[in-house]
């Protein structure tokens, strides 16, 4: 257990039985080190159930200058799970077709080779690696994605996991064979001194000086005109779906605070897979609705999501939009298209794959989704980060087939899609792990927020309406960043 120094200082230090167990694995990861050229030694110690992962790992990084990596990752509703990090003892990174295989390469040899406690404690205990992916195998070129690299996981120097009541700390440094024990130790315990474990997340500023402005990136009429050319592809008989997505910017009078943002999006969409992935001045943030994949040893488990619908505050109106949904042939074809893709590329990795045989109902707070449960039994050892490659694009957020929907995409959209759409998420030492896909989301860079959402074109898609459908998926994250 750590020592808790003072209730006003919020901050802490490990205890000497903590310190001790830490310099241990410092000294035996230095030791494969000289063989290795690098390994990781780790501790994990309990924390307070009051602890917000997130607010502390958000509060440490505004007081380091806002310079180093961080990750938040949370559903308030799946037991308060939460999994937050801060720096970087590493750097896993790539791009190419073959990324997802890379990244899951080296972290396996990393992770293998790891001189940690044994794992104790909630999902994500121990050593780790956060991240995420761009959605096209080069993707995040343009400028303002600097930062956001088309593979990126990094080994955070601290994580910090919540399942329920139970909260643990890992402390994570990288041993070369350069590096000395004191040294190491050290720079652990002046991360453990740098946090405050009573933080609260930030709030939005009630009533900022000066004015918003929101633009497309692009005019509406441009995204009507590429539904309509996606609509005629499937005419011709070139493919059966297509995604599409559109930019919108938003240009506040101060610089968007993204830790703000989350704490926002978490009271209002508590159901929703809540990402924060912070690049130096930047952060991708978003209130995914989309598991892609989560695998826990053998078994693995994601959810098909396509065909939407608004709200409504009225609970008969509500359930009869729901209803509607359910039997709309549009979004029964766009969501059969999903579900298939998936159950077929999990298959050559499984004893099983099953698939709930209707589709259901998943309600988010201003939108509905018609959505199927998927679930498998490995049949081999599959990292999460493997599957996760062999998932993306789902047809989802790409297109069926996805060999002819990937090159329209970027020529029908007209913009670098970065991070959006890309699977976001994390992978501990036994390669488990869980990916939701980057949607209902924006990338904050100073004062521009680009926000994105996209739709599903299959036959009967209308143009007109496709936009309109846009317009509620953007409405999770614009009414918290227009001011």
């Keep these: 257990m750590t020592s808790v120094l003072t209730a006003s200082s919020g901050g802490f230090a490990l205890a000497a039985a903590d310190r001790a167990r830490l310099e241990r694995h410092v000294k035996e990861a230095l030791r494969r080190a000289r063989r290795r050229r690098e390994a990781l030694a780790a501790i994990t110690v309990a924390l307070p159930r009051a602890v917000d992962p997130s607010a502390v790992v958000a509060a440490a990084r505004r007081a380091a200058g806002r310079s180093d990596a961080w990750f938040l990752f949370e559903q308030p509703d799946r037991d308060r799970a939460a999994l937050a990090a801060l720096g970087t003892a590493l750097a896993l990174e790539s791009s190419g077709p073959d990324r997802f295989a890379d990244v899951a390469k080296r972290w396996r040899r990393l992770a293998s080779q790891a001189v940690c406690d044994p794992l104790d404690g909630p999902r994500g205990t121990g050593p780790i690696a956060v991240g995420g992916f761009a959605f096209a195998p080069d993707g995040g070129t343009s400028p303002h994605w600097a930062g956001f690299a088309a593979a990126s996981l990094h080994v955070p120097e601290v994580a910090i996991v919540r399942r329920g009541e139970d909260v643990r700390l890992t402390l994570t440094v990288l041993a070369t064979p350069d590096d000395t024990a004191d040294d190491l130790i050290a720079r652990a315990e002046r991360r453990v001194a740098a946090l405050d474990l009573s933080a609260r997340m930030p709030l939005l500023d009630p009533d900022p000086a000066g004015r918003y402005r929101v633009v497309s990136a692009m005019p509406p009429e441009h995204y009507e005109q590429a539904v309509a050319r996606g609509v005629e592809r499937i005419a011709a008989g070139e493919l059966t779906k297509i995604v599409l997505a559109r930019e919108v910017e938003v240009h506040a009078p101060v610089d968007h605070d993204p830790a703000a943002v989350l704490g926002v999006l978490r009271e209002a969409f508590p159901a929703c897979h809540l990402v924060c992935v912070g690049r130096g001045d930047a952060a991708f943030v978003a ?77 988010m707070a201003n939108i509905q989704h018609l959505g199927t449960p998927i679930r498998a039994q490995l049949s081999r050892p599959v990292s999460v980060v493997e599957l996760a490659g062999v998932l993306h694009p789902t047809p989802a957020v790409g297109g069926e087939p996805l060999a002819v929907a990937a090159p329209l995409i970027p020529a029908l959209e007209g913009f670098d899609r970065g991070w959006y759409a890309g699977p976001i998420g994390w992978t501990d030492r036994d390669e488990d792990g869980e990916f939701v896909v980057g949607l209902r989301s924006a990338l904050l860079r100073g004062p521009v927020a680009r926000l994105y959402a996209g739709v599903g074109v299959v036959q009967d898609s209308d143009p007109a309406a496709e936009l309109a459908e846009t317009e509620i998926k953007l409405q999770a994250l614009l009414p918290v960043l227009a001011g």
């Design 287 to 363: 209130a995914s609705p989309e598991l892609l994949i989560r695998r826990d040893g053998e078994r693995a488990a994601t959810l098909a999501l396509a065909g939407s619908t608004r709200r409504s505050a009225d609970p008969a109106v509500d359930d009869h939009l729901g209803e509607r949904l359910l039997r709309s042939t549009k979004d029964r074809e766009e969501q059969a298209i999903v579900t298939r893709r998936i159950t077929r590329a999990l298959r050559p990795f499984s004893v099983w794959v099953t698939a709930h045989e209707e589709p259901e109902v998943v309600k």
